[in-house]
Nanobody, 123 residues
Framework: VQLQASGGGLVQAGGSLRLSCAAPGRIFSSGGMGWFRQAPGKAREFVASISSGGSMSAVIDSVKGRFTISRDTAKSTMYLQMNVLKPDDTAIYYC?????????????????WGRGTQVTVSS
């Protein structure tokens, strides 16, 4: 199973990016999905999650008010809209799928990973 993540890039501080993650329908329509990120020399960090129906979602405190997670069922795609980006947001971002929803995923909760997409925020 492949999750296809895209949308990373280089942006100046204060700018915006939107990450996308396409998933096979059977994966997208059950459990939950989310985003992690990993900065150089640091552990992989949970960023946001959303339930299969989209009624429940969560983001970590450090991105609250700046990042929004959403999903489009017709396109089997999850998004992470990132606004007011900061240099500390620089990382490889990974999308993930789990057989259940949680408001905080650990890597052990993830059944499927997408390839990472690099986000670099310059100061």
């Amino acid at each position: 199973v492949q999750l296809q993540a895209s949308g990373g890039g280089l942006v100046q501080a204060g700018g915006s990016l939107r990450l996308s993650c396409a998933a096979p329908g059977r994966i997208f329509s059950s459990g939950g999905m989310g985003w992690f990120r990993q900065a150089p020399g640091k552990a992989r960090e949970f960023v946001a999650s959303i339930s299969s129906g989209g009624s429940m979602s969560a983001v970590i405190d450090s991105v609250k008010g700046r990042f929004t997670i959403s999903r489009d069922t017709a396109k089997s795609t999850m998004y992470l809209q990132m606004n007011v980006l900061k240099p500390d947001d620089t990382a490889i971002y990974y999308c993930a799928a789990s057989p259940y929803y949680s408001n905080k995923y650990f890597p052990s909760d993830v059944a499927y990973w997408g390839r990472g997409t690099q986000v670099t925020v310059s100061s």
